[in-house]
């Protein structure tokens, strides 16, 4: 199952919810499950049949992780160019070296063009379109 919240575009600038995290956000507005429950879908990058407002997420070895960095959840919102990357919706708590985020935002995620690792992971996920798929 597909999680998607048809209004994400007008979440521009609106406050954060929950605790601020990333997963919060997607839990709220999409009624997505703990994350723990959330499995890979189909790579985001340059996937024609994806609307907007569906949840995406970075995964390792097809569940995310969870952990305190270098992980991500957001809406879909439109691809760039082909190969280029695609625009997301999001927020994230501010920590340490994250950068400020005040309140629910658009941002484009470029494609790094950078290899899954062997360990299923990937370089700068958070910051990396080949890293995410959608949440089903």
């Given at each position: 199952?597909?999680?998607?919240?048809?209004?994400a575009g007008?979440?521009?600038?609106?406050?954060?919810?929950?605790?601020?995290d990333?997963?919060?956000?997607?839990?709220?507005?999409?009624?997505?499950?703990?994350h723990?429950?959330?499995?890979?879908?189909?790579?985001?990058?340059?996937?024609?049949?994806?609307?907007a407002?569906?949840?995406?997420?970075?995964?390792?070895?097809?569940r995310?992780?969870s952990?305190?960095?270098?992980?991500?959840?957001a809406?879909?919102l439109?691809?760039?160019?082909?190969g280029?990357?695609?625009?997301v919706?999001?927020q994230?708590k501010?920590?340490?070296?994250?950068?400020?985020?005040?309140?629910?935002?658009?941002r484009f995620?470029?494609?790094?063009?950078?290899?899954?690792?062997?360990?299923?992971s990937?370089?700068?996920?958070?910051?990396n379109?080949?890293?995410?798929?959608v949440i089903?």
């Amino acid at each position: 199952m597909k999680y998607v919240y048809a209004m994400a575009g007008a979440l521009e600038k609106k406050p954060k919810v929950g605790n601020g995290d990333c997963v919060a956000l997607v839990q709220h507005y999409a009624h997505a499950p703990n994350h723990r429950l959330w499995k890979a879908g189909e790579p985001v990058l340059d996937l024609k049949e994806i609307k907007a407002g569906t949840a995406i997420a970075t995964f390792v070895r097809g569940r995310y992780p969870s952990m305190d960095k270098g992980n991500h959840a957001a809406f879909f919102l439109r691809h760039g160019a082909p190969g280029a990357g695609f625009w997301v919706i999001d927020q994230w708590k501010e920590r340490p070296g994250s950068g400020a985020k005040p309140y629910i935002s658009s941002r484009f995620i470029p494609s790094r063009h950078m290899k899954q690792k062997s360990d299923g992971s990937w370089p700068r996920a958070s910051d990396n379109a080949d890293a995410f798929y959608v949440i089903e």
